[in-house]
């Protein structure tokens, strides 16, 4: 897991990866790549993504995979899992540590590879599992409706499985499941451009903003956070709620304003991009090579909701090649996804995937910033969760040691596992808030 935003994550969790011919999307009960559920786009046109492996044989596990076939009840579905996700926690410790990893960056990328496969592989069973135990359960309600000479009704048609249930996998009974929620509606308080002066941090608004609001005439406040601009968050229970704390007129008049957040744009990540290409020009052959004519996109338009967030500068290994991570509409995001197989950059044929990267702090080991913001002045060891730092740690290195996830240790979660696993439950429900904030359509 990556800790700065410039930095691609070396763990290679993402659910959008693909490498080797691992789909973009995360993987579905029939094999093939949904876009629904990575967003609320359509089916991708493009079927050469979904080809398996080339050169390499099928193995028992990998066949599994294939939900045409018979079920073969030789196989245990959640030792398989918990199997693949030993391994993935193994590859991802060994991948993250600094000195491995210099040691062995020839091998970086066949890491990174057999990590993605297994992440693949564990999905895919996971979603196979859970719809087997739904007809499972239909079969023992039909018989249990013949014993008792009931009519059969038939079994309900099978609803589209939405991209946030597709995210909370079933895995093995060790692993609670993350429960899954929809995001609660919230508006930003802002002082207005009168009182801009006077209320210059956001410490001042959510003073100011506690005078004319009382909770005891009826708010549910679900969680009240400071942001930029000295703004002031505030999560309510119900949509009602919003409005009725939008009529108060006593807002007006202490100087504040209240805005509905626009929400994450959706980005993308494009590799092999040439080294010697500069911003302008990327962007400028982005959108003249990609979009123009295909949709209706002005190239003003383009150009002033697109921009870079993130670059990495690869070396002569990968024949000066750099990645660029960009956040740009969801209305042009949406049309590279369904139609572009890959992207045409100046003389190159670049690498894209969906950019969905959780930043995992290196000191407190929380989700949301990295270490150079972090408040926290006592660090937290990411292999026992003691108050020391995780390069130092005393136990990691024992025959008998297990490891305690320091994110899980604070929301008082099952700590069993390493700290950045994919079967977190605190990483999936991060994970999950990060993609169902994000405007993909």
């Known amino acids: 897991?990556?800790?700065?935003?410039?930095?691609?994550?070396?763990?290679?969790?993402?659910?959008?990866?693909?490498?080797?011919?691992?789909?973009?999307?995360?993987?579905?009960?029939?094999?093939?790549?949904?876009?629904?559920?990575?967003?609320?786009?359509?089916?991708?046109?493009?079927?050469?993504?979904?080809?398996?492996?080339?050169?390499?044989?099928?193995?028992?596990?990998?066949?599994?995979?294939?939900?045409?076939?018979?079920?073969?009840?030789?196989?245990?579905?959640?030792?398989?899992?918990?199997?693949?996700?030993?391994?993935?926690?193994?590859?991802?410790?060994?991948?993250?540590?600094?000195?491995?990893?210099?040691?062995?960056?020839?091998?970086?990328?066949?890491?990174?590879?057999?990590?993605?496969?297994?992440?693949?592989?564990?999905?895919?069973?996971?979603?196979?599992?859970?719809?087997?135990?739904?007809?499972?359960?239909?079969?023992?309600?039909?018989?249990?409706?013949?014993?008792?000479?009931?009519?059969?009704?038939?079994?309900?048609?099978?609803?589209?499985?939405?991209?946030?249930?597709?995210?909370?996998?079933?895995?093995?009974?060790?692993?609670?499941?993350?429960?899954?929620?929809?995001?609660?509606?919230?508006?930003?308080?802002?002082?207005?451009?009168?009182?801009?002066?006077?209320?210059?941090?956001?410490?001042?608004?959510?003073?100011?903003?506690?005078?004319?609001?009382?909770?005891a005439d009826g708010f549910q406040f679900h969680g009240v956070k400071k942001t930029a601009n000295s703004g002031v968050l505030l999560r309510l229970t119900s949509e009602s709620q919003v409005k009725k704390l939008k009529s108060v007129e006593a807002l007006k008049s202490a100087g504040l304003r209240l805005e509905t957040p626009k929400g994450r744009s959706p980005r993308i990540l494009i590799k092999d991009v040439p080294q010697h290409i500069t911003d302008d020009n990327f962007l400028l052959s982005l959108y003249n090579q990609n979009v123009n004519g295909e949709i209706n996109v002005t190239q003003d338009q383009f150009m002033s909701s697109t921009k870079i967030v993130r670059r990495r500068i690869l070396n002569k290994e990968y024949n000066n090649r750099k990645w660029i991570g960009i956040e740009l509409d969801p209305k042009v995001r949406q049309h590279l996804i369904e139609t572009k197989e890959k992207l045409f950059i100046d003389w190159a044929m670049c690498r894209f995937v969906d950019d969905v990267e959780l930043v995992r702090c290196a000191n407190c080991q929380q989700y949301g910033h990295t270490a150079k913001f972090c408040r926290d002045t006592k660090p937290c060891c990411k292999h026992c969760a003691e108050g020391h730092s995780s390069d130092s740690c005393p136990k990691k290195d024992k025959d008998d040691f297990k490891p305690v996830c320091g994110s899980c240790l604070r929301y008082k979660k099952p700590t069993d596992h390493p700290t950045g696993s994919p079967d977190c439950p605190t990483y999936k429900s991060k994970m999950e808030q990060l993609i169902l904030t994000t405007r993909y359509g």
Do not use: W
Request: aromatic fraction near 4%; charge should be positive; proline fraction near 9%.
């Open 1 to 215: 897991m990556s800790s700065h935003n410039n930095m691609p994550p070396d763990k290679n969790t993402n659910p959008f990866e693909r490498r080797d011919g691992i789909p973009r999307s995360p993987p579905t009960s029939t094999g093939k790549r949904l876009l629904s559920q990575l967003s609320p786009s359509s089916v991708s046109p493009v079927e050469k993504r979904h080809q398996p492996i080339r050169d390499e044989p099928q193995s028992p596990v990998i066949s599994l995979l294939d939900t045409s076939s018979a079920v073969d009840d030789s196989f245990n579905y959640c030792e398989l899992v918990r199997e693949a996700s030993s391994y993935l926690g193994k590859i991802n410790e060994f991948a993250n540590d600094t000195v491995s990893r210099r040691n062995n960056f020839a091998n970086k990328s066949d890491i990174m590879n057999l990590t993605q496969k297994l992440t693949t592989i564990v999905s895919l069973l996971a979603i196979k599992n859970s719809s087997l135990e739904t007809k499972v359960a239909n079969l023992e309600r039909d018989l249990l409706s013949v014993k008792l000479n009931q009519v059969v009704k038939p079994a309900p048609a099978a609803t589209p499985v939405s991209y946030s249930e597709a995210l909370k996998l079933k895995l093995a009974k060790s692993v609670p499941p993350v429960e899954t929620r929809k995001p609660l509606p919230c508006v930003i308080a802002y002082p207005t451009q009168e009182k801009s002066a006077e209320l210059k941090s956001a410490a001042e608004t959510k003073q100011a903003l506690m005078k004319v609001i009382n909770p």
